[in-house]
C-alpha cells in the first residue's frame, strides 16, 4: 500500500492557488486503499470547527471526496489548527492521529510527528502550548463568538511575530536532544515530521529523519510505495 506524506500546507482562503495545489496533488498522487498523512498545519488557523467548516468548505468537500473514494486519512494537529475536532472528523472522514504516532510500514516502525514538541529550546513557544492545549482554555476560547475569537488569534499572530523576529534561527529547529530521546522512547530509527519548514532528509548512525516542508513555491512530499522504497520529492506551486 501506498504512503503518502505531507505537512505545513498553511491553507488559507486568500490564497485559493494552494487549496489548487492540494487538488492537483489529490488528483494525480492518490490511490484508492492509499494512505495519505498530513503531519499538521493543514490550515493557517482553525478557530474551532463550527468557523473552519465554513471558512474551508472547499478542502472540506474535497477531502471528503478522497475518503470517499477509498483513500486512508490522517490527519495530525499542528500548531495552528490544534483546534481540529470532531465535526472536522465526521465532515472529511479522516482519522486523528497522536501528537507522537508509531506506524508500521511493511515492517518498518516509523514516528509521525508534528514536530513542535521537538523544538524545546523555544522556551516562549513551548509556554503558550502549554497554555491553549488545556482543555479549560479550549473549552472558554470556543464558547466565545467568532469575532472575538479572530481578534484573540489575530493578537496571538502578532505577539508570535515579534517574538520571532527577535530570535537566532536555531531556537526555532527541533533540539537534537528532543529528537534522540523521542526515538529511543518509542524504538524507532525513521522519524517523519514537519513544522519547521526545513525539508530535508537527515541520516545519521543508521538513523533517518525526514523533514517535510511548508507550501511556499513548491512543496515536498513524501511517497513510500509497496515495494518499501521511499522519495522525498518536490512539486511547485
Ligand atoms: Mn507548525
Redesign the pocket.
Known amino acids: 500500500m501506498r504512503h503518502l506524506f505531507i505537512s505545513?500546507l498553511h491553507l488559507d482562503p486568500g490564497r485559493p492557488h494552494h487549496i489548487q495545489a492540494l487538488r492537483d496533488f489529490c488528483a494525480c498522487k492518490l490511490q484508492p486503499e492509499g494512505r495519505l498523512y498530513i503531519l499538521?498545519?493543514l490550515f493557517e488557523a482553525w478557530l474551532g470547527d463550527d468557523m473552519g467548516l465554513v471558512a474551508y468548505a472547499d478542502v472540506i468537500s474535497l477531502l471528503k471526496q478522497q475518503t470517499e473514494q477509498g483513500i486512508e486519512l490522517f490527519i495530525q494537529h499542528?500548531?495552528?489548527d490544534f483546534l481540529l475536532g470532531k465535526a472536522f472528523a465526521e465532515a472529511t472522514g479522516a482519522t486523528f492521529i497522536a501528537e507522537e504516532e508509531v506506524i508500521e510500514i511493511n515492517h518498518t516502525r516509523v514516528l509521525l510527528m508534528?514536530?513542535?514538541s521537538l523544538c524545546t529550546d523555544d522556551i516562549d513557544y513551548q509556554a503558550f502550548k502549554q497554555q491553549v492545549r488545556s482543555k479549560s482554555w479550549q473549552q472558554d476560547f470556543l464558547a466565545l463568538p467568532a469575532a472575538e475569537r479572530l481578534q484573540i488569534a489575530q493578537h496571538f499572530r502578532q505577539q508570535s511575530g515579534l517574538m520571532t523576529a527577535n530570535k537566532h534561527a536555531d531556537i526555532m529547529d527541533v533540539n537534537t536532544s528532543a529528537v534522540a530521546e523521542v526515538m529511543q522512547k518509542h524504538q524507532v530509527s525513521t522519524l517523519i515530521h514537519?513544522?519547521t519548514h526545513r525539508p530535508m532528509v537527515h541520516q545519521d548512525q543508521g538513523q533517518t529523519r525526514i523533514v517535510l516542508g511548508d507550501w511556499q513555491g513548491h512543496f515536498d512530499y513524501l511517497d513510500w510505495a509497496e515495494n518499501d522504497t521511499w522519495h522525498f520529492l518536490r512539486q511547485p506551486i
Open positions: 505545513d499538521g498545519d499542528g500548531n495552528r508534528h514536530g513542535d514537519g513544522h
